[in-house]
């Protein structure tokens, strides 16, 4: 999904920028709306195509870790076990 989202931002992005660019009177009033839309895309696009893969990640290997963990905790119940019982 990666090709797709980011052709959207960048034609979004380029559809805005003759609007950021033009110094008549009339397009003063667009231009902060513009500016706003093309910098949020940006970000945005950012953040989903980069930091919510990388906290995904994150995440799991956190889920990893508590197993790693839970699964030690039983063999060490089971070892403790079998030698009480020796």
Known sequence: ?????????????AGLTPLLLEKSL???????????IAFGLTAATLVALFLVP??????DDF???????????????TISASQDQG
Request: net charge negative; with cysteine.
């Open 26 to 36: 009339q397009a003063q009033i667009l231009i902060p709306l513009a500016a706003s």
């Open 54 to 59: 990388a906290v995904y990640c994150i995440l």
């Open 63 to 77: 889920d990893l870790l508590g197993r790693l963990h839970d699964e030690s905790d039983e063999e060490l119940e």
């Open 1 to 13: 999904r990666f090709r797709p989202i980011l052709l959207t931002s960048i034609s979004t992005i």
